[in-house]
């Protein structure tokens, strides 16, 4: 019995450790012109769903987008480091480049240590180049947002919606916003009565 007990233990301790990974989501985030700091003249829109594996380094993304009318996509990157409202220089090149006035773009990249530290400071931002605007048409601040749940929600007649940009305000560049229904003709009123400072 002892015997079996020992070479028990001694399979155990032979196992490989596997270190646990920590997963930061940032989930549909805006992709928007007036992330810009050079705003281009542009209805384009869209959204970044990013997950990192801190083990791995692996950073997988999922990326949507729809530019201006005529505008044809030339180029996409990941920039960094630069907070909203500021620009940087390219850290990663997308591995499958965007094309045409709209569409859907999925990976992974795998980054530096160094780089770790800036993507989860909110510091790096996805940029999609354009005939329009060869500086970015359309941009995505990646923010972080899994150490909270934050998804929008509706309390006692009022509407919190999560990480409302807002390019070129000075201080602080994000909020969480607060709508209070009125209702009105339409039935479908909202006013904003409140902004949280989010980072």
């Known amino acids: 019995m002892r015997k079996i007990a020992t070479l028990i233990a001694a399979a155990a301790l032979a196992l490989p450790v596997c270190a646990l990974a920590e997963v930061f989501a940032h989930v549909a985030l805006p992709l928007t012109p007036t992330q810009e700091p050079s705003a281009p003249n542009s209805t384009g829109y869209g959204s970044v769903t990013a997950l990192y594996d801190s083990t791995s380094k692996g950073l ?3 990326i949507v987008y729809q530019l201006n009318p005529a505008a044809t996509a030339t180029n996409a990157h990941i920039h960094g480091p630069a907070l909203l409202g500021a620009n940087a220089g390219v850290q990663i090149g997308l ?8 569409g859907k773009l999925t990976g992974t990249v795998t ?5 770790e530290v800036d993507l989860l400071a909110g510091k790096w931002y996805l940029n999609i180049h354009s005939t ?3 500086g970015g048409e359309l941009r995505a601040q990646l923010i972080e947002n899994s ?3 934050r998804l929008p929600k509706f309390v ?4 919190t919606v999560p990480v409302v940009l807002v390019p070129g305000h000075a201080g602080t560049a994000s909020y969480d916003a607060e709508l209070t229904y009125t209702g009105g003709s339409s039935g479908y009123a909202f006013e904003l009565t409140d902004a949280h400072p989010f980072r």
């Open 60 to 62: 997988l993304y999922s």
């Open 95 to 102: 591995p499958v480049l965007p094309t045409g006035n709209a």
């Open 111 to 115: 980054l530096k240590a160094a780089q």
């Open 132 to 134: 329009l605007a060869a």
């Open 147 to 149: 150490t909270t749940l």
């Open 156 to 159: 006692g007649g009022k509407l």
